[in-house]
């Protein structure tokens, strides 16, 4: 039986004072539930000291982005074994922000992707269409692009274990919530390509979120559905009662 993850994306929200405010009230707040585990994504200048503070509590602690060198002449990057030295086991990678604002294509997440696997860090791939992508019927051709060549040279061994976010843009921090049916839909087709592109157990066994505007009144009927494991979340990630809300709702 497949794990929920709970994923909160601080995105670039919170400094160290206040991360370390919200660390201390999400534990409080937290409660274990056998079959959900939770992730929580600072921004990295608060990575160090979020993973101290959640040493003694069930959550995992994750970056929200990665570069694809290990080490040199690459200004404001930050490398694989970095974020390990600083206790991350997770990290977010082609976010659609990093996509849309960052200019990052389906290469860049590719190499991004094998370096995180190659360091032993666990991927959320990120994956999910536009509205207009959407609405001119484009929408599964984008995103089989986008795991076909996000996941390009990457053996059913190396991808096991990783997990997959589909999120689609017009989702994410709008309010505009994809129904329950609607991305059941794209999670079975997302999770059928798994198994066309590497088998029926990779496909069974991989953890595949929903991100855009979950919030504790819709978690439980998203999550419900039978290929949605659990929550990539983004605004209601930065209030614990919100944040905790959807974890006892999963
Ligand atoms: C996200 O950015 O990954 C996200 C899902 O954001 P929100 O929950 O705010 O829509």
Known sequence: MRKKVIAGNWKMNNDLNESISLIKSIKENLVDRDNVKVIIAPPFTSLDRASQLISDANISLSAQNMCYEDSGAFTGAISASMLKSVGCEYVILGHSERRTLFGENNGDVNKKMKKAISSELTPIFCIGETLEERESGEMKNVIEKQVREGLDGISEAELSGAILAYEPVWAIGTGKVATPDQAQEVHAFIRNLLKELYSENLA???????????????????????????????????????????????
Request: aromatic fraction near 4%; charge should be negative.
């Open 204 to 250: 069974n066994n991989t953890v595949i979120q929903y991100g855009g505007s979950v919030k504790p009144e819709n978690a439980a009927e998203l999550i419900g559905q039978p290929d949605i494991d659990g929550a990539l979340v983004g605004g209601a990630c930065l209030k614990a009662e919100s944040f905790v809300g959807i974890i006892k709702n999963a």
